[in-house]
């Protein structure tokens, strides 16, 4: 079956200082993986979009710069967030997809900023 | 762009009776709808999704009804469980695009 893991399930960092996240596909093809952001108010704010071999699309008030991802291959995702402050808390979701099936989300990595 | 609204923020229900969760949308063009449950500190788990050429699909105690007029879709959970007990959250995507908008989530809560 289609599975979809995020690594770490859980991270606590201090307050400027950076982590990376992972999401990887198993059982398909991802050739596209959504980033979204679940805040402690459960609402879910799309962060990015990738596609392989195509440029990665931010959504508006995210930024490269604040979370840049990487995409290399059919199975594989990482994001990173740069400088993280208390707003960036939250849960983090890698929505995995391949062509117009349905989207397999990964379990999350909750991150908790000190 | 879509906005998604989910209409009951929560909803508690006796087990054995029936549960509606209701979303609409503001975009003609969203032609996908998925709904995901979550349970307490777990990630969004598939429920159901239906598309824009039919108006009714059910899946054992679910359907999905979709009124693409009134831009309203809407969960109906029969026969619920105490383990149907979740977070539950609507979405819409447009045809070509698979950006999922989600809504703000239902708390379902049945009681045994």
């Known amino acids: 079956g289609a599975l979809v893991y995020q690594y770490p399930r859980r991270t606590i960092c201090k307050s400027g200082t950076s982590m990376r996240m992972e999401c990887q596909a198993v059982g398909f093809q991802a050739t596209s993986v959504a980033w979204y952001r679940q805040s402690p108010q459960k609402t879910f704010e799309l962060i990015a979009l990738?596609?392989?071999?195509?440029?990665?699309?931010?959504e508006q008030n995210f930024t490269q710069e604040k979370f840049p991802i990487s995409h290399p291959n059919l199975s594989f995702s990482s994001m990173t967030v740069l400088n993280a402050y208390l707003e960036d808390r939250g849960l983090y979701l890698c929505?995995?997809?391949?062509?117009?099936?349905?989207?397999?989300f990964g379990p999350g990595t909750r991150l908790t900023v000190l | 762009g879509e906005k998604v609204e989910q209409h009951e923020s929560t909803l508690s229900v006796r087990e054995g009776d029936s549960a509606v969760i209701n979303c609409t949308y503001t975009?003609?063009?969203?032609?996908?709808f998925p709904w995901y449950k979550q349970e307490a500190g777990k990630s969004l788990h598939f429920v159901i999704d239906?598309?824009?050429?039919?108006d009714r699909k059910q899946s054992q105690r679910l359907t999905v009804l979709l009124d693409k007029k009134a831009k309203r879709f809407s969960l109906h959970i029969t026969a619920t469980q105490p383990e149907d007990s979740a977070i539950y959250f609507c979405?819409?995507?447009?045809?070509?695009?698979?950006?999922?908008?989600f809504g703000s989530g239902t708390q379902l809560t049945v009681m045994p």
């Open positions: 975009d003609t063009a969203s032609s996908y």
């Open positions: 929505g995995a997809r391949e062509g117009r099936d349905e989207q397999y």
């Open positions: 239906i598309r824009s050429n039919v």
């Open positions: 990738s596609t392989v071999n195509s440029a990665i699309k931010y």
């Open positions: 979405a819409a995507s447009a045809s070509g695009s698979w950006q999922l908008i």
